[in-house]
């Protein structure tokens, strides 16, 4: 048996900037749409368009526009993507907008955004259209618009982003399967894991600790290794989702953790704390 990679394990500690998982701002999503309803309006007069974001839920985060339908011809949604801290996913779905004003069908437009990499765009799929969509749905009283979806390059890309172009059906999208299915799992839904950018980009997690009755951390690699800029909070069912020999984790007691070589291999308990 491979010894443990540290003789023991001290919880992460998050930075501030990290924690913020998407909900503030003039185009935040506070409280119901019905709420928001004059604040939307002004903003698709003034700017043309609105972003309404989706808080993270047993789903990850998800931006999309209201007002598109006009302005384009189109919505344009950016899903997942939790690489980008908000901020940065509110700037880049904004630079989307913009250059995609006069084109007709941005399914062959490549954007460029310097640091935070290329993006293509994938026309959604109806069915998507309705299980997302529901503000600009609820804003303009159908879902008879064209929406596309805005795609990291591979470098950027994360496990949370879904294909969009391909109809909604069980086993697809694992990530997002709790909108549309009851939760499975004997921990609370709103359960969040701290974890870093190679799990994220699917690589196993082999560090594994409860620290919270719903909060977990959940590294691939070494935890305390991780620079702060490569961490992020998501669902817990965004990492359980991906890889069934992680459901181990959700057994832990609080203040447990466990640690493995690789996916697969056999989880070590590192002892309580």
């Not at 996913?89 to 904004?94: G, K, V």
């Not at 490549?110 to 765009?121: D, K, M, P, V, W």
């Not at 890889?243 to 309580?272: A, C, F, M, Y």
């Amino acid at each position: 048996m491979a010894a443990a990679p540290i003789a023991e394990i001290t919880r992460f500690s998050v930075p501030n900037v990290v924690v913020i998982t998407g909900f503030m701002g003039n185009e935040a999503m506070r409280g119901g749409f019905v709420d928001r309803v004059t604040e939307v309006n002004d903003k698709v007069q003034s700017d043309g368009y609105y972003l309404s974001v989706m808080q993270q839920s047993t789903v990850p985060r998800y931006i999309h526009s209201i007002g598109g339908k006009d302005l384009l011809g189109f919505e344009i949604i950016l899903a997942g993507a939790i690489l980008f801290l908000l901020d940065d996913a509110l700037f880049i779905i904004r630079q989307a907008i913009n250059r995609c004003l006069n084109v007709a069908d941005p399914s062959t437009l490549r954007i460029n955004l310097g640091s935070f990499g290329s993006f293509n765009f994938a026309r959604v799929d109806q069915s998507w259209t309705e299980t997302l969509f529901t503000d600009a749905i609820e804003y303009f009283g159908d879902c008879n618009f064209d929406a596309f979806q805005l795609l990291p390059d591979t470098s950027h890309t994360s496990i949370d982003v879904p294909r969009l172009d391909i109809a909604v059906a069980v086993g697809r999208e694992p990530v997002w399967r709790w909108l549309r299915e009851p939760w499975q799992f004997q921990i609370p839904e709103a359960s969040t894991a701290v974890t870093n950018f190679d799990a994220l980009r699917g690589y196993p997690v082999t560090e594994a600790s409860r620290w919270e009755p719903d909060e977990w951390d959940l590294f691939a690699g070494s935890g305390p290794d991780t620079p702060d800029r490569e961490v992020r909070v998501v669902p817990i069912g965004t990492l359980l989702a991906v890889d069934e020999t992680l459901h181990p984790v959700i057994s832990l007691d609080v203040g447990q953790s466990l640690w493995r070589d690789e996916k697969g291999g056999i989880w070590n308990d590192w002892g309580l704390r």
